[in-house]
């Protein structure tokens, strides 16, 4: 007796082709589902590598990210962009500096990966932070203006002055020259620990003194901010950004223009004229002459192309009613430049919260 089958080959390869495609369709969304897992897993490694470039990069360069505050404000903020996303740093003070202890800060760092090409998945954000504390560079400053090639003052007006015009530090030297090389008319003296400090030969203030001039005049031992000839004397700076002070390299003689502020160096003879003002540092490689009633709040040292070997003039304080003074704030602002930031050991955190 034959059974009647007409019909059942249909059904049974529907059946079939349904399975098979519920079977495929799941492992199509197993394949994806792990793709995207592990898509996210790369990316929040990737953005967790952001964070730590950012944290880092902000520490070693935030002066190029034209952050110049030195030591560092309250809050500074910067979003650095990196391969593959960008870092969000965020740098607060925590703590003010406390006598011989440096300001704190904290900083964090979110970094953010780009968006990624699949749909409906976000751009991967992690966050890592640290404490840092401020490490200001260190300058012996012997007296309000040192000669190599000893100092002349002609006339009884104006001041040179080693007392701090800040009251922060000890009071120096008004002046500070080699033995017998100090020269005065009209009854003028300086002021000071002592008012004139004779410091012996010149090759005893080379001792006394370790200054790399050599480093510094082959840029090797400062990275200047503007070099002349070459760029610009930057007046307009100066009047618009009070917390600018940079370090301007002169590459032979160099009469100031204006007013300004950070640390100069001038490898020749330099000139003051008029009321012109500079707070911070002058470094000049042989003679300094101040012409007018100009006034210099910080620390000069002339003569110093002794320590290359060579011959230095006198360097002359003319006539006039000028100010030349020792003040630690403004040596301490003019060697902010550098200073840096100092990641302290053992405080790292990850996931700080943002």
């Known amino acids: 007796m034959e059974t009647n089958r007409e019909g059942f080959a249909i059904p049974v390869a529907l059946m079939v082709i349904g399975f098979l495609s519920i079977s495929l369709m799941g492992a199509f969304t197993r394949v994806d589902n792990e793709f995207r897992v592990s898509t996210n897993r790369s990316k929040q490694v990737d953005a967790y590598a952001l964070a730590e470039t950012g944290l880092q990069r902000f520490v070693v360069t935030r002066g190029e990210l034209g952050l110049t505050?030195?030591?560092p404000i309250a809050a500074e903020s910067a979003r650095i962009t990196l391969p593959g996303g960008f870092a969000d740093v965020i740098l607060q003070r925590v703590r003010p500096e406390i006598g011989n202890d440096p300001p704190l800060y904290l900083i964090r760092s979110r970094g953010t990966t780009t968006p990624p090409a699949l749909a409906g998945m976000r751009p991967a954000q992690h966050t890592v932070a640290q404490?840092?504390?401020?490490?200001?560079?260190?300058?012996?400053?012997?007296?309000?203006?040192?000669?190599?090639?000893?100092l002349r003052k002609n006339g009884s007006a104006g001041t040179i002055s080693g007392e701090d015009g800040c009251s922060q530090k000890a009071n120096v030297a008004g002046v500070g020259v080699p033995d017998g090389m100090w020269n005065?008319?009209?009854g003028f003296q300086p002021d000071g620990t002592p008012p004139v400090r004779y410091m012996g030969t010149q090759d005893d203030m080379v001792d006394e003194m370790p200054i790399d001039w050599a480093g510094m005049v082959a840029q090797t031992a400062i990275t200047p901010d503007i070099i002349i000839p070459g760029q610009s004397y930057p007046s307009a700076r100066f009047n618009s950004d009070p917390n600018y002070w940079p370090v301007i390299y002169v590459d032979g003689n160099f009469s100031l223009p204006s007013n300004g502020r950070g640390t100069l160096i001038v490898t020749g003879n330099m000139t003051i004229s008029g009321s012109n003002k500079w707070d911070g540092l002058i470094l000049v490689g042989n003679a300094l002459t101040s012409n007018g009633n100009n006034n210099v709040q910080g620390a000069v040292i002339s003569?110093?192309?002794y320590l290359l070997g060579q011959s230095v003039n006198e360097s002359d304080a003319g006539n006039g009613t000028k100010t030349y003074q020792y003040?630690?704030?403004n040596v301490e602002s003019a060697?902010?430049?550098?200073?840096?930031l100092a990641l302290v050991e053992n405080t790292w955190v990850d996931n700080w919260p943002w």
């Open 184 to 186: 005065s008319s009209g």
């Open 131 to 150: 404490y840092v504390a401020w490490r200001p560079a260190t300058m012996k400053v012997i007296g309000g203006w040192v000669s190599f090639g000893g």
């Open 303 to 305: 003569g110093l192309n």
């Open 327 to 329: 003040n630690s704030c």
């Open 335 to 340: 060697l902010g430049r550098f200073g840096s």
């Open 69 to 71: 505050a030195n030591p």
